[in-house]
């Protein structure tokens, strides 16, 4: 398989999930868009993946190559029938690419927090074998607020009902991170957004707060996070 990455920072890459790639024989091409790269023309991809970022989407005016990236995404998903996989921002994106909308969160969630299965997502193929309540990264400040047409909310929390959610049989997103590794909070927090927003919910100490939260939950994570590529890719032959 040949997977297209969207990133819109270098280091909000695929995270763990690379070390699957690379044992699963599958080969990926990340595209850069905060550095003014253009993603290349679909044709030749088998899937498309669309990582997190510090903008939100309604930022069109300071980051114009948002509006590509959302036709691109119409594109893959809708037209194409293409796999997809989106996290945070990408969540976000396929939401108003496919129609549905994104605003300000009411309550920002950044920590290590839970989300809880739907009936729709007990019934998934993506969330198979994954926990009924799963801890799980959150750094965000905006959110889905209205889904997409045909969409199914797949988990929910009680600061944000749009967790995770799938659109037709391919197309699967949320809003948490799963695809965390050891060094990912030290990385994320040195991006000027993601340090203010972390400082704010966790104090002065919030970078040190939630690495520790995090190093103790890390095992945990990457289970979740190969039971979670392993779903995707049964995905990717459902029609």
Same mark, same amino acid.
């Given at each position: 398989?040949?997977? &297209?990455? &969207?990133?819109?920072?270098?280091?909000?890459?695929?995270?763990?999930?690379?070390?699957?790639?690379?044992?699963?024989?599958?080969?990926?091409? @990340?595209?850069?868009?905060?550095?003014?790269?253009?993603?290349?023309?679909?044709?030749?991809?088998?899937?498309?993946?669309?990582?997190?970022? +510090?903008?939100?989407?309604?930022?069109?005016?300071?980051? +114009?190559?948002?509006?590509?990236?959302?036709?691109?995404?119409?594109?893959?998903?809708?037209?194409?029938?293409? +796999?997809?996989?989106?996290?945070?921002?990408?969540?976000?994106?396929?939401?108003?690419?496919?129609?549905?909308?994104?605003?300000?969160?009411?309550?920002?969630?950044?920590?290590?927090?839970?989300?809880?299965?739907?009936?729709?997502?007990?019934?998934?193929?993506?969330?198979?074998?994954?926990?009924?309540?799963?801890?799980?990264?959150?750094?965000?400040?905006?959110?889905?607020?209205? &889904? +997409?047409?045909?969409?199914?909310?797949?988990?929910?929390?009680?600061?944000?009902?749009?967790?995770?959610?799938?659109?037709?049989?391919?197309?699967?997103?949320?809003?948490?991170?799963?695809?965390?590794?050891?060094?990912?909070?030290?990385?994320? @927090?040195?991006?000027?957004?993601?340090?203010?927003?972390?400082?704010?919910?966790?104090?002065?100490?919030?970078?040190?707060?939630?690495?520790?939260?995090?190093?103790?939950?890390? @095992?945990?994570?990457?289970?979740?996070?190969?039971?979670?590529?392993?779903?995707? &890719?049964?995905?990717?032959?459902?029609?």
């Amino acid at each position: 398989m040949k997977i &297209l990455v &969207l990133q819109h920072a270098s280091c909000e890459h695929p995270g763990i999930f690379r070390e699957f790639l690379k044992e699963d024989g599958h080969e990926w091409l @990340a595209v850069e868009l905060d550095q003014g790269e253009t993603a290349p023309p679909l044709d030749g991809f088998d899937a498309l993946w669309v990582m997190g970022g +510090p903008m939100d989407v309604w930022q069109e005016d300071a980051h +114009p190559w948002l509006q590509e990236e959302k036709r691109l995404i119409r594109d893959a998903v809708k037209e194409r029938g293409m +796999p997809f996989l989106g996290l945070c921002l990408g969540h976000q994106l396929l939401a108003e690419a496919l129609g549905g909308a994104v605003g300000p969160s009411e309550i920002p969630e950044i920590g290590v927090l839970q989300v809880k299965q739907t009936e729709e997502g007990v019934q998934s193929v993506i969330l198979d074998g994954l926990p009924m309540v799963m801890d799980c990264l959150q750094w965000h400040s905006a959110e889905i607020k209205k &889904l +997409p047409e045909g969409a199914k909310v797949l988990m929910t929390s009680d600061a944000c009902p749009v967790q995770a959610m799938s659109w037709g049989p391919r197309a699967f997103s949320a809003q948490f991170h799963v695809e965390i590794e050891a060094d990912t909070v030290e990385t994320w @927090a040195k991006i000027p957004e993601y340090h203010a927003a972390l400082i704010k919910a966790l104090g002065e100490s919030g970078p040190e707060k939630l690495k520790s939260y995090c190093d103790a939950h890390m @095992a945990g994570f990457a289970k979740n996070a190969e039971r979670l590529y392993i779903n995707w &890719l049964q995905t990717t032959a459902r029609v």
